[in-house]
């Protein structure tokens, strides 16, 4: 009876593999969690609780599945999409949804004569965090009918920035309660 | 026999390491989750009484004086560990005695903390661990000197194991956890609402008289060391086999001592071992011995219908009871339970039921020889929209209650087996609850139930402490709380 026993337990993983293309490994949230069923509710097997070392991939997935993975966007598409908004007031030079770069052409404000303005947008990342999103602001002045660079004040690449981001904060907002 | 041991862990180790499809390797996250659940419970149980201490422990000092009750004088009292009071019913005298009823309100609170290991070798093998953190150690603080006492919610480990998984190969575990039969695996087991309804929180509420609080679930087969194979599933197929050696969990023998008694796990022969049928309150101490357990599970869907079919099989030997002549003599049966069950689930209804027949006693102890095996019937219900999710269940189950042999040693030392009268009906234990739960947010959810347990043996009296014959005992369980599993 023991010797049968054993061979049939070292048969099992012998027999799991005849299965084939019709074989899948079955995930750990598919087994019973008997602490009397309590903990039930939440995700299981790996992606159970919050990560507190390592990186979360299935959070990593997750955002890039909700910020449109599918649309063909290789960046946050929250970020893309507040980014183009944000300097929508620009016209357009260049966009690349693949490189997460957008490139105006230079622009003037109707209310300050002899000063135009061009910015560049990167989108760096999948995920929607506040350091995934970088502008640069450039500025020229008239000056005796020539366009000369003059400075930008400091706060204003981060000031757009904040309008990027607070924009993706909206957008996601909207359709996460959809 | 040790030759074909050694070469099937071989092969096995060599399939199982064998660089499958070439993938990233991930290094391992280490991830926190759990449960804290928080209830009010009303409870309306039979017997549910304070009679007389039957020995609690106390010390010169007299810290736990205060806790027992204050001894009395009567004529006629047996009580072994204070003489002048009385245990029973048959020593109270005219049958007035020490009773008084106790609470029927209570809160419960309960929470586990779970740490989780998970990673990827490059040949595509997920590896992790799993670590439980309970709570829930002690049924009450035990206080063993005046300064000296261990929480109720004293922190212990409810599982903790390694496991090792290809997609190919299908999965390990080892260490302390359940078995394909003991809850990973079944089927037709519906406990998805309130609390789990019969199988749910109730036990928090009662209290162990009459002895209305222990179902024989899935998961009380126990997490004892064991280690586990679970297949992949292939054409909808999976299957589990596990194997212990001993029904007792963590590190060391599990022999305190260098005696070969109750509470050391590994004796196969000890003296008084026909007590440890059913383990004892607390430690996961009872004759099983090698355990196995096997299932084969079948999931599908069939015309939008989702279903899930297991079957599987536990037995394990048993320790035998040494006599102080120093001879061993065998007086358990073999556990052998067959279980079978089956669940469908479509627009949000699952239905579903679990039969359980085999040698066994109500919460999984080994039987006796010559006592008559358990059948169990289960059957449960849900229905989820939205947030809210109700459902019932229930269970009906024949069981040998006194059991049919009373062993014993006589004036000689030797082992007596003698017929017990009181052995002669079957218990009936039976019970249902009926339950449902809000979700207010992604794992918390408020709960509502309530539950029925009764315990019947015709002719035998399940509350010794109260005058008369009480052969039918009930607890009903009303709960109203919330949990949250982050």
Redesign the interface.
Same mark, same amino acid.
């Given at each position: 009876m023991k010797p049968a026993l054993l061979a049939f337990v070292a048969a099992l993983p012998l027999l799991a593999a005849c299965g084939g293309e019709n074989q899948r490994l079955v995930g750990n949230d598919e087994y019973g969690d008997w602490r009397q069923g309590r903990a039930r509710n939440r995700p299981q097997g790996a992606s159970a609780g919050i990560v507190v070392f390592g990186v979360d991939k299935d959070r990593e997935a997750r955002e890039a599945a909700a910020s449109g993975g599918g649309s063909g966007l290789s960046v946050n598409a929250y970020l893309w999409r507040a980014t183009l908004d944000t300097l929508s007031f620009m016209p357009l030079a260049s966009a690349d949804p693949f490189g997460g770069t957008i490139i105006t052409d230079w622009y003037s404000p109707p209310s300050a004569n002899g000063e135009r303005f061009r910015a560049q947008a990167y989108v760096l990342g999948r995920q929607l965090r506040s350091d995934g999103v970088r502008v640069q602001v450039f500025r020229q002045t008239l000056d005796h009918g020539q366009w000369v660079d003059s400075p930008v004040s400091v706060s204003t690449n981060s000031d757009l920035e904040d309008k990027v981001l607070a924009r993706a904060r909206e957008l996601r907002s909207q359709s996460a309660s959809r | 026999?040790r030759k074909?041991?050694l070469g099937?862990?071989a =092969?096995?180790g060599a399939?199982?390491l064998a660089p499958a499809v070439a993938e990233a390797q &991930?290094?391992?996250? =280490?991830?926190?989750? *759990?449960?804290f659940?928080a209830y009010y419970g009303n409870t309306q149980q039979s017997g549910r009484n304070s009679t007389v201490p039957s020995g609690l422990a106390t010390n010169t000092s007299g810290a736990t004086a205060n806790l027992a009750q204050s001894p009395f004088s009567i004529a006629g009292t047996t009580n072994p560990t204070n003489p002048s009071v009385p245990t029973t019913e048959s020593n109270v005298g005219t049958g007035t005695g020490q009773v008084a009823r106790l609470s029927k309100n209570d809160f419960s609170t309960?929470a &586990?903390v779970?740490v !989780?290991v998970?990673g990827k070798t490059a040949n595509g093998l997920?590896y992790?661990a799993v670590v439980?953190i309970?709570f829930n150690q002690q049924e009450g603080r035990n206080i063993v000197q005046q300064r000296a006492s261990t929480g109720k919610t004293t922190a212990s480990i $409810? &599982?903790m194991y390694a496991?090792i998984?290809?997609?190919?190969?299908?999965?390990i575990r080892f260490g302390d956890e359940?078995g394909p039969v003991? *809850?990973?695996?079944?089927s037709g =087991?519906i406990?998805?609402f309130g609390?789990?309804g019969i /199988? *749910?929180?109730r &036990?928090s509420f009662v209290t162990r008289q009459a002895n209305v609080r222990t179902t024989t679930?899935?998961?009380s087969l126990g997490d004892n060391t064991k280690i586990i /194979?679970?297949?992949?599933? !292939?054409?909808g197929f999976?299957?589990g086999?596990s194997?212990a050696f001993n029904y007792n969990e963590g590190e060391d023998t599990g022999c305190p001592s260098n005696q070969s008694s109750g509470w050391c796990d590994t004796s196969y022969a000890f003296t008084g071992a026909a007590n440890f049928g059913i383990a004892a309150a607390g430690p996961n101490q009872s004759v099983r011995r090698n355990e /196995?357990q096997g299932a084969v599970r079948w999931r599908g869907s069939l015309a939008g219908v989702g279903l899930s079919v297991t079957g599987g099989y536990v037995g394990s030997g048993a320790a035998k009871e040494l006599s102080p002549l120093n001879v061993q003599r065998s007086v358990f049966q073999p556990l052998g339970v067959w279980q079978v069950g089956a669940q469908a689930s479509a627009y949000g209804f699952t239905v579903g039921a679990q039969y359980e027949h085999g040698a066994s006693n109500f919460f999984w102890g080994n039987l006796q020889k010559g006592d008559r095996p358990m059948d169990q019937f289960f059957a449960g219900a849900s229905y989820t929209v939205g947030p809210f999710t109700v459902g019932g269940n229930y269970l009906i189950q024949t069981v040998e209650g006194a059991s049919r042999t009373t062993f014993g040693y006589n004036a000689a030392g030797a082992l007596t087996a003698t017929n017990n009268a009181a052995g002669a009906a079957m218990m009936r234990r039976l019970g249902y609850g009926i339950g449902a739960n809000y979700?207010l947010a992604?794992?918390l $959810?408020i709960v509502a139930e309530y539950s029925s347990y009764t315990v019947a043996e015709r002719g035998r009296d399940l509350d010794p402490s109260n005058p008369g014959v009480q052969d039918r005992n009930t607890a009903k369980v009303f709960i109203l709380g919330t949990?949250l599993?982050?």
């Open positions: - | 026999m074909i041991l099937t862990t =092969v096995v399939a199982l &991930e290094a391992p996250t =280490v991830r926190i989750g *759990g449960f659940r309960d &586990e779970h !989780f998970n997920s992790g439980e309970a $409810d &599982e496991f998984a290809s997609p190919m190969w299908g999965q359940d003991g *809850g990973l695996m079944n =087991v406990t998805n609390t789990g /199988y *749910g929180d &036990e679930s899935p998961g /194979y679970l297949s992949p599933q !292939f054409f999976d299957f086999a194997f /196995y979700r992604p794992g $959810d949990r599993a982050f």
